[in-house]
């Protein structure tokens, strides 16, 4: 049995670790050997099984973790930065009157210039313009209070 398990598992210690393991399973399930099967045929399958079973966690597992010197980068981009960024930007946009926070994010998020925006929220462009003003500097007074 030993001779198999070092055949699979291409490694003395690594062949011992799979006796181990398939003595083990065979001792917690001896209930269900059937009396007449060959108990060394009953062995290697179960050692067999294990074998595939820890060869597909291997495989997930290195396909699951990378080298040591990949999680220096981890992180590095600033996304997780970012996107605190913007969902404190988001709150304090919450708070602004309707009125900014359209002009706000017609301009200053969609890009429209004033003159399609105030053609969309259908006021002058003037009145766009100073609800734009004030939403921009409510929005600049509330993200600096919170920071």
Not at 3 to 27: K, N, S, V, W, Y
Request: one cysteine or more.
């Amino acid at each position: 049995m030993r001779r198999f398990a070092i055949g699979l598992a291409g490694h003395p210690a690594d062949g011992d670790d799979l006796c181990q393991m398939t003595i083990e399973r065979a001792l917690t399930r001896k209930d269900q050997f059937q009396q007449g099967t060959r108990l060394d045929s009953w062995m290697y399958r179960i050692m067999r099984n294990i074998w595939i079973d820890e060869s597909r966690a291997r495989s997930r597992r290195s396909e699951t973790f990378v080298d040591e010197e990949a999680g220096f980068a981890v992180g590095a981009d600033g996304a997780q930065e970012a996107s605190i960024a913007l969902n404190d930007i988001d709150r304090a946009m919450q708070r602004l009157p309707d009125e900014q926070r359209e002009a706000v994010l017609l301009v200053m998020v969609e890009g429209y210039s004033y003159k399609e925006a105030a053609a969309i929220v259908d006021c002058p462009v003037g009145t766009l313009n100073s609800r734009l003003v004030r939403g921009r500097d409510a929005l600049m007074e509330i993200l600096e209070a919170e920071a």
